[in-house]
């Protein structure tokens, strides 16, 4: 007979995804490269911020589309790894609420809405420092084989 593992208590659950997320976070250069910040991390949870660079502008002076994909799909991530069971993008689509603008500080906060078997689904909500909707996210998720971090 197969023995399962003792589930993990709250402050246990919390520790992992917190060492998960250091170690995904210092190998992201992409997240890295755009600046951007996590906030808070937890089972299922992620909060990222960024500040909008000229560098990230379109041609209508706004911020770029793909930018605002990247951090909600960087927040996405952290989320559905934070349990330590390597979990990739199985798809994601995104609706833009309102434009973002230069030097504004875009916040996006990652919640687990499913999760059964190796699917998930997570909806990501983008804001600005006024707590303006700029997008909403959502993400589904595979689990693979493998761990983000080596376990005891």
Same mark, same amino acid.
């Given at each position: 007979?197969?023995?399962?593992?003792?589930?993990?208590? *709250?402050?246990? !659950?919390?520790?992992?995804?917190?060492?998960?997320?250091?170690?995904?976070?210092?190998?992201? /250069?992409?997240?890295?490269?755009?600046?951007?910040?996590?906030?808070?991390?937890?089972?299922? /949870? !992620?909060?990222?911020?960024?500040?909008? /660079?000229?560098?990230?502008?379109?041609?209508?002076?706004?911020?770029?589309?793909?930018?605002?994909?990247?951090?909600?799909?960087?927040?996405? *991530?952290?989320?559905?790894?934070?349990?330590?069971?390597?979990?990739?993008?199985?798809?994601?689509?995104? =609706?833009?609420?309102?434009?973002?603008?230069?030097? =504004? +500080?875009?916040?996006?906060? *990652?919640?687990?809405?499913?999760?059964?078997?190796?699917?998930?689904?997570?909806?990501? =909500?983008?804001?600005?420092?006024?707590?303006?909707?700029?997008?909403?996210?959502?993400?589904?998720?595979?689990?693979?084989?493998?761990? +983000?971090?080596?376990?005891?």
């Amino acid at each position: 007979m197969e023995k399962h593992p003792e589930p993990l208590t *709250a402050d246990e !659950a919390q520790a992992l995804a917190e060492q998960v997320a250091s170690a995904m976070c210092a190998r992201d /250069r992409a997240s890295q490269m755009m600046g951007m910040r996590i906030v808070n991390v937890g089972p299922g /949870r !992620a909060e990222l911020v960024m500040t909008v /660079r000229g560098d990230m502008l379109n041609g209508h002076a706004t911020c770029h589309g793909g930018f605002i994909f990247t951090l909600a799909d960087s927040a996405f *991530a952290f989320a559905c790894n934070s349990g330590n069971q390597t979990t990739v993008a199985s798809g994601a689509g995104i =609706d833009f609420i309102a434009p973002a603008r230069e030097g =504004d +500080v875009l916040t996006a906060v *990652a919640r687990e809405r499913s999760a059964s078997g190796r699917t998930g689904v997570y909806d990501v =909500d983008v804001h600005n420092q006024r707590g303006e909707a700029i997008a909403l996210f959502r993400g589904k998720s595979h689990r693979i084989k493998g761990h +983000v971090i080596s376990g005891p």
